[in-house]
Nanobody
Framework: QVQLVESGGGLVQAGGSLRLSCGAS????????MGWFRQAPGEERKFVAA??????????????YYADSVKGRFTISRDNAKNTVYLQMNSLKPDDTAVYYC??????????WGQGTQVTVSS
């Protein structure tokens, strides 16, 4: 059974930082690209960041990809030895408040999702 479990969410003041983690189990983690998404109340789930399976090759000439709204503030990384993907979030803003989800990409779509972790940024 494939499973993703997020952790690291919480309450932080604007300008602060958080690091989210997502642990994976059930299939060979290093074979899959990984992504982070977020969903704010009343809004659709939106893409945040993604990283290729080996951190080297990708979709756009680099190994990571970010939504414009987080570029320069968030960093996605992975440790294939630990079956974990991270999202380092700096310079947080109240607009970053959302439930954050990690997901695994099977080459066609994100087919496995975690349960989400709440991030709340106070002004």
């Amino acid at each position: 059974q494939v499973q993703l479990v997020e952790s690291g969410g919480g309450l932080v003041q604007a300008g602060g930082s958080l690091r989210l983690s997502c642990g994976a189990s059930g299939r060979t983690f290093s074979s899959y690209a990984m992504g982070w998404f977020r969903q704010a109340p009343g809004e659709e789930r939106k893409f945040v960041a993604a990283i290729s399976w080996n951190g080297i090759i990708t979709w756009n000439g680099g190994h990571t990809y970010y939504a414009d709204s987080v570029k320069g503030r968030f960093t996605i990384s992975r440790d294939n030895a630990k079956n974990t993907v991270y999202l380092q979030m700096n310079s947080l803003k109240p607009d970053d408040t959302a439930v954050y989800y990690c997901a695994q990409y099977n080459g066609n779509s994100y087919d496995v999702w975690g349960q989400g972790t709440q991030v709340t940024v106070s002004s």
